[in-house]
């Protein structure tokens, strides 16, 4: 039952790789990979209504030359992306992609496409929202602070390891310590 459970918000094979418009949130504290930024979008409204598409995504927004993709927690955007059911290696003993996404409560993955995406609001308040918006500033603060140090980047992620192994998957802090 389950299984059943969190398998059922799946995507449509007929909506993988098409174009996608919709309204959403961006859930967690977005990663910057150097071409890009990386993110978790809750969907709220789909506004292309002939498509089924699960309600969390893991997606990518690609960064055009020589401009910046700025996505911040909590944000409300719409999109018009493209995606496709989560795929992992099938390596024995390696990292299995697929079942951390389920994990994750990720059922597609994809990338923003260019033309009509837009911010359609500052800051989306709730418990989750305001604990990564808080997560995004401390982050901000340290990079700020180390600004140049070649060390920073190890910095940064050494906190975000901790504060992510101490948040539930939900995104809410865990009252429980390591």
């Known amino acids: 039952m389950l299984a059943h459970h969190a398998l059922r918000p799946s995507l449509d094979r007929a909506d993988e790789g098409r174009d996608i418009a919709l309204v ?28 089924r598409v699960p309600p969390l995504l893991a ?3 690609y960064r055009a030359e020589g401009s ?4 911040r927690p909590g944000e ?7 995606l496709q059911r989560p795929h992992g290696n099938a390596n024995p003993h390696g990292f299995d992609y697929e ?29 989750g929202h305001i604990v990564e918006r808080c997560r995004d500033a401390l982050r901000s603060r ?22 992510a192994a101490s ?12």
């Open 167 to 178: 948040a539930s998957p939900n995104g809410m802090c865990s009252t429980a310590r390591a």
């Open 24 to 51: 959403g949130t961006v859930e967690a504290l977005p990663h910057d990979f150097g071409q890009g930024v990386r993110f978790h979008f809750a969907v709220e409204k789909l506004l292309t209504t002939t498509a």
């Open 68 to 71: 910046e993709v700025a996505l």
């Open 99 to 127: 079942a951390w996404l389920l994990g994750q409560g990720v059922r597609a993955t994809g990338y923003v496409r260019a033309g009509g995406n837009r911010r359609l609001d500052d800051f989306v308040a709730t418990p």
């Open 142 to 163: 340290i990079l700020a602070s180390l600004d140049g140090a070649p060390y920073a980047g190890v910095i940064v992620a050494r906190w975000w390891a901790t504060s």
């Open 76 to 82: 409300r955007w719409r999109l018009n992306v493209r």
């Open 59 to 61: 997606l990518s927004r």
